[in-house]
């Protein structure tokens, strides 16, 4: 399709496991933002890529989270030694240019045991 | 510090009548708003925006109005409907805040009743 597409769409790991998340964003889009949804909370802004600039890292809540945009396009977001505090649901999103609407892949969701 | 701010969890409403969603924000560099639709298990999806230079936007059934001296806004749905039924999230972004994400409110779940 032509949206935002994310995987997997569900993932269960023992803590202390690395995850990878993957996020391929509507093709041509020059921006693509990683989220977290925690349960009952709003979105919480993770990372952020813009073109060939470095990414803004500013809400990566520990160094157990990196991403990578390689060639543009697809994102994954990887988490080293989960916890269980990793337990959320991830969302990727991407727009046309920053301070655009930014249209959102229907997440990952990890649980950790 | 939570700057864009839900205060109502839920909301029920008859269809056909107007659903009023509220957003409070406090960060005054904000310039640009947006609503969100989430349904489950899907990512949310844009609804309408607003820009600071305007006070009022359209679309259809949706209104958003802005009142920036009170930094508040809302989402007007009229007439609702049942497929309206819910959660709405209120986010913010602002180009001189020095941050390049959308900040989010914690969301309003609607419920429309037939």
């Known amino acids: 399709g032509a949206g935002v597409s994310q995987s997997p769409s569900n993932k269960v790991t023992e803590k202390g496991k690395d995850v990878e998340l993957r996020c391929d964003p509507i093709?041509?889009?020059?921006?693509l933002y990683w989220y977290r949804q925690s349960l009952g909370q709003g979105l919480e802004f993770l990372i952020y890529?813009?073109?060939?600039?470095?990414?803004?890292k500013s809400g990566l809540p520990s160094d157990r989270f990196s991403a990578e945009r390689t060639g543009g396009s697809v994102s994954t977001l990887t988490i080293q030694r989960t916890q269980q505090e990793d337990s959320a649901v991830y969302l990727c999103?991407?727009?046309?240019?920053?301070?655009?609407?930014?249209?959102f892949g229907d997440g990952t969701r990890l649980s950790i045991l | 510090d939570q700057q864009v701010k839900q205060n109502s969890p839920s909301l029920s409403v008859q269809e056909g009548r107007i659903s009023i969603l509220n957003c409070d924000y406090t960060?005054?560099?904000?310039?640009?708003f947006l609503w969100y639709k989430k349904y489950p298990a899907e990512g949310p999806t844009f609804l309408i925006s607003?820009?600071?230079?305007?006070d009022k936007n359209e679309d259809g059934r949706f209104t958003v109005f802005l009142n920036k001296s009170a930094k508040h806004l809302s989402l007007h749905i009229v007439p609702s409907q049942p497929g309206d039924s819910a959660v709405y999230f209120c986010?913010?972004?602002?180009?001189?805040?020095?941050?390049?994400?959308?900040?989010f409110g914690t969301g309003t779940r609607l419920t429309v009743i037939p």
């Open positions: 960060n005054s560099m904000f310039d640009y």
């Open positions: 093709s041509g889009h020059t921006a």
């Open positions: 999103a991407s727009s046309d240019t920053s301070n655009q609407p930014q249209h």
């Open positions: 986010a913010a972004s602002g180009t001189r805040t020095g941050a390049n994400n959308l900040f």
């Open positions: 607003i820009s600071s230079i305007k």
């Open positions: 890529f813009q073109g060939n600039s470095a990414p803004d």
